[in-house]
């Protein structure tokens, strides 16, 4: 079973810059993709960016494009999330996500990820 364990979020005001990262352990060479999603109150949770684990392709949401920036160093099983000019509206929980299945692309759904990270809180103020 794999695990995610998140690190970093915070409070920031906007145009600011937060780094958040997330440590993968166990059968890390079964994952096929990692990604980042974000749940705001009141809202449904939804996809911020992903990542390939092998293939090393990206996608982004339209809201963060530009902004934020997913990489991956394999080595050391880490997933870090860059995001640069932040807004009020990026305030959410935020979850990084892995999966096991080659679902033939960067996969964009929560349903499509076995393993969830515990959240953090991001906050930006206006």
């Known amino acids: 079973q794999v695990q995610l364990v998140q690190s970093g979020g915070g409070l920031v005001q906007a145009g600011g810059s937060l780094r958040l990262s997330c440590a993968a352990s166990?059968?890390?060479?079964?994952?096929?993709?990692m990604g980042w999603f974000r749940q705001a109150p009141g809202k449904e949770r939804e996809f911020v960016t992903a990542?390939?684990?092998?293939?090393?392709?990206?996608a982004y949401a339209n809201s963060v494009e530009g902004r934020f920036t997913i990489s991956s160093d394999n080595a050391k099983n880490t997933v870090l999330l860059q995001m640069n000019s932040l807004i009020p509206e990026d305030t959410a929980v935020y979850y990084c996500?892995?999966?096991?299945?080659?679902?033939?692309?960067?996969?964009?759904?929560?349903?499509?990820?076995?393993?969830w990270g515990q959240g953090t809180q991001v906050t930006v103020s206006p």
């Open positions: 996500a892995g999966t096991v299945t080659d679902w033939r692309g960067v996969p964009r759904r929560p349903g499509e990820y076995e393993y």
């Open positions: 166990g059968p890390t060479f079964s994952l096929n993709s």
């Open positions: 990542i390939g684990w092998q293939t090393g392709r990206k």
